[in-house]
Nanobody, 112 residues
Framework: QVQLVESGGGLVQPGGSLRLSCAAS?????MGWYRQAPGKQRELVAT???????NYRDSVKSRSTISRDNAKNTVYLQMNSLKPEDTAVYYC?????????WGQGTQVTVSS
């Protein structure tokens, strides 16, 4: 059983930046982030494999960078030029040995 622990959420002004971190208790092949806004379905933000292959949601691609430190089993999401529509609970996600793992979620609020 792998546990994922997120950190880095909070309140940010429009146009600001935020860095989310997620530490896994074990090695995970695919790590990434999903988000869920009130009244909406959970959606993919970005993923990265242990080899460094990345995948981004179109609406964040030009404003975000996902990275990982395999030695620390940690994934990071740097988000810039944040918009109010980025407001959501951000969930860390991992896939290993054909099992999905989820973090508890961290709130990101973009507001002036």
């Amino acid at each position: 059983q792998v546990q994922l622990v997120e950190s880095g959420g909070g309140l940010v002004q429009p146009g600001g930046s935020l860095r989310l971190s997620c530490a896994a208790s074990g090695s995970i092949f695919i790590m990434g982030w999903y988000r869920q806004a009130p009244g909406k379905q959970r959606e993919l933000v970005a993923t990265i494999t242990s080899r460094g292959s990345t995948n981004y949601r179109d609406s964040v691609k030009s404003r975000s960078t996902i990275s990982r430190d395999n030695a620390k089993n940690t994934v990071y999401l740097q988000m810039n030029s944040l918009k109010p529509e980025d407001t959501a609970v951000y969930y860390c996600y991992g896939v290993s040995d054909r099992r999905d793992y989820w973090g508890q979620g961290t709130q990101v609020t973009v507001s002036s």
